[in-house]
């Protein structure tokens, strides 16, 4: 059983490797190679979500609707990945949630303020992907974007695509 | 009650997944962005001499370890106490070298290679080479420097992995130019 504070040192090392990387090539970064980093970031995150969810739901029955899996997000999964439960969800019961966690785990050792705000982003890209991953393979195809005004709150905002 | 307990070893064993999965997906990021699996080897290194080099002081601060006296205590305290504490597995210690500063650390299993195959065209790619480097990342901090590689590996057809640590010398604190 791998300790929780390797998947944080893994994850942290995983992200300064893509910028390096990325950097390294060009000499500056712009913002076409920042939104690189970010989506190779997020395919990651994505691959893990799929997994993840595939044997976190492996006993349990289908879920009834839409805002019953975002619930098991919430709860279940979140404290799986995130070792804490989502403060808060919020639904426009039109395909749209927002997800609100007040103690973000990648972002609490950043700050808990103001600082550091514009390199939040590059630790967000594999969560969302995540997120995104773990609906996929529940059947819901979504687009998930995060945002931070004060550190270490940070909320997900899931829309479902509808075919 | 049961139920709770359930929930608790579950999620020690799910973290241990999230890991596993996220590793699987950096290995083949890497792959993806390198051409050949020895490049692919050298990044994993160096990522895992950059954790490697912080990872020694969340050891440091969790365990009460003191400094060890000698090699044999340092095999001893990475088997026993560091792999146990961040792996949740104890490797054995053995093979040393006549000289003593030269051993084996056996794996019965790694945690990183749960549900990982190597495809054939990956067949030189050290996949848990991450391990070396922070191995090599930790040891440097604690003033040894050591050469780190895997001997054997259960994910290219053999029964053990065998990690073989290597001391080459005690690395002198620098003081800056000027001082005393």
Redesign the interface.
């Known amino acids: 059983?791998?300790?929780?504070?390797?998947?944080d040192?893994?994850?942290m090392?995983?992200v300064?490797?893509m910028y390096t990387?990325q950097q390294s090539s060009k000499g500056e970064m712009d913002n076409k190679d920042r939104a690189v980093c970010v989506s190779?970031l997020e395919s990651?995150?994505f691959?893990?979500g799929q997994?993840?969810i595939e044997?976190?739901t492996r006993d349990s029955p289908s879920f009834k609707d839409e805002l019953d899996v975002m619930k098991f997000v919430c709860k279940d999964f979140w404290?799986?990945?995130f070792r804490r439960q989502v403060d808060n969800l919020r639904t426009n019961h039109q395909g749209t949630y927002v997800l609100q966690d007040n103690k973000f785990s990648f972002l609490t050792q950043l700050s808990s303020g103001k600082q550091y705000l514009d390199q939040a982003p590059k630790y967000l890209a594999f969560s969302c992907g995540v997120v995104r991953g773990a609906l996929s393979n529940l059947g819901m195809d979504s687009v998930v974007t995060a945002e931070v005004s004060v550190m270490p709150s940070c909320k997900f905002q899931v829309v479902v695509q509808k075919l | 009650m049961s139920r709770q307990s359930n929930r608790t070893t579950d999620?020690?064993?799910?973290?241990?997944?999230?890991?596993?999965?996220?590793?699987?997906?950096?290995v083949?990021?890497l792959c993806k962005?390198y051409e050949n699996d020895e490049e692919v080897n050298k990044?994993l290194d160096k990522?895992g001499y950059?954790?490697g080099v912080?990872?020694i002081e969340?050891f440091l601060s969790r365990s009460s370890i003191g400094r060890c006296q000698d090699f044999r205590e340092t095999a001893d305290v990475i088997a026993k106490v560091a792999f146990k504490?961040?792996?949740?597995t104890t490797p054995s210690v053995s093979n040393w070298s006549p000289a003593g500063d030269e051993f084996s650390l056996i794996l019965e299993n790694n945690?990183l290679v749960d549900f990982v195959e190597l495809p054939d065209n990956h067949s030189t790619l050290v996949y848990s080479n991450l391990l070396c480097g922070v191995l090599r990342g930790a040891l440097e901090m604690v003033q040894m420097a050591v050469d780190v590689r895997f001997a054997q590996d259960t994910l290219r057809g053999d029964n053990v992995t065998e990690i073989r640590m290597k001391f080459i010398k005690r690395i002198e604190e620098n003081l800056p130019a000027g001082d005393e």
């Open positions: 059983m791998a300790d929780e504070c390797l998947f040192f893994l994850h090392e995983i300064s490797h990387e190779v990651m995150g691959r893990v997994g993840i044997r976190l404290t799986k990945v | 999620s020690k064993k799910m973290n241990s997944e999230l890991f596993t999965l996220t590793y699987g997906a950096l083949t990021q962005d990044q990522m950059n954790i912080r990872l969340d504490m961040y792996l949740g945690p």
